[in-house]
């Protein structure tokens, strides 16, 4: 199975400041036949099922606000919220779909400081 | 619009079975793989099982080998995860999931509210 970790556990923002989530994969996750990376990234709120933000690690799911952004390829990973909103305190999970099973990082909290 | 709505949740006591249900419309169910997708109180997202279009195919977290089946029908727009021999440890929301592209490999976007299933004696 592939092993997702993610880093930091958790972070504090200041609201307007950029918050940065890493995620590293065991294995690559980018197929060579057709050169996407097979990772997205949720956003989970207390109480509700997560979110899908990002997948192909950089395209923004539809609805999805321009201060997300993903990037990396093969092993790591970066979601990115150029600037901090208070609707954006959450639990924020990579995960790749490369492989069954399909497996996802312990997630990153994301707090306002 | 998509709508992903789970039930069969509840108290069990170790050893004993459950089966899940989710009921599924907004989309054509018969047209994509479906997931669920499991997570303990307080923990991450654990991927349990998905079934292809027809049925013909299941895979599992091989954790869960031997004591969940995952199962679909069609004509009800239903998917269903049967449960036997649970322990302590099933304890978890149980996400219906529906996945983004009708592919094996797919993101998972559009997810159920979930149902609890409480393994305790």
């Known amino acids: 199975d592939i092993v997702m970790t993610q880093s930091p556990d958790s972070l504090a923002v200041s609201l307007g400041e950029r918050a940065t989530i890493n995620c590293k994969s065991s294995?690559?996750?980018?197929?060579?036949?057709?050169?996407?990376?097979?990772l997205a990234w949720y956003k989970q709120k207390p109480g509700q099922p997560p979110r899908l933000l990002i997948y192909?690690?950089?395209t923004r799911e539809s609805g999805v606000p321009d201060r997300f952004s993903g990037s990396g390829s093969g092993t790591d990973f970066t979601l990115t919220i150029s600037s901090l909103q208070a609707e954006d305190v959450a639990v924020y999970y990579c995960?790749?779909?490369?492989?069954?099973?399909?497996?996802f990082g312990p997630g990153t909290k994301v707090d306002i400081k | 619009e998509v709508q992903l709505v789970e039930s069969g949740g509840g108290l069990v006591q170790p050893g004993g079975s459950l089966r899940l249900s989710c009921a599924a419309s907004?989309?054509?169910?018969?047209?994509?793989?479906m997931t669920w997708v499991r997570q303990a109180p307080g923990k991450g997202l654990e991927w349990v099982a998905n079934?292809?279009?027809?049925?013909?195919?299941?895979d599992y977290v091989d954790s869960l080998k031997g004591r969940f089946t995952i199962s679909r029908d069609n004509a009800k727009s239903s998917l269903y995860l049967q449960m036997n021999s649970l322990r302590v440890e099933d304890t978890a929301v149980y996400y219906c999931?529906?996945?983004?592209?009708?592919?094996?490999?797919?993101?998972?976007?559009?997810w159920g509210q979930g149902t609890l299933v409480t393994v305790s004696s």
């Open positions: 192909w690690a950089s």
């Open positions: 079934i292809n279009q027809d049925g013909s195919e299941e």
């Open positions: 294995r690559s996750v980018l197929y060579s036949s057709n050169n996407k990376n097979y």
């Open positions: 907004g989309f054509t169910f018969s047209s994509y793989w």
């Open positions: 999931v529906c996945p983004l592209f009708y592919q094996f490999l797919s993101p998972l976007n559009n």
């Open positions: 995960q790749q779909y490369y492989s069954t099973p399909q497996t």
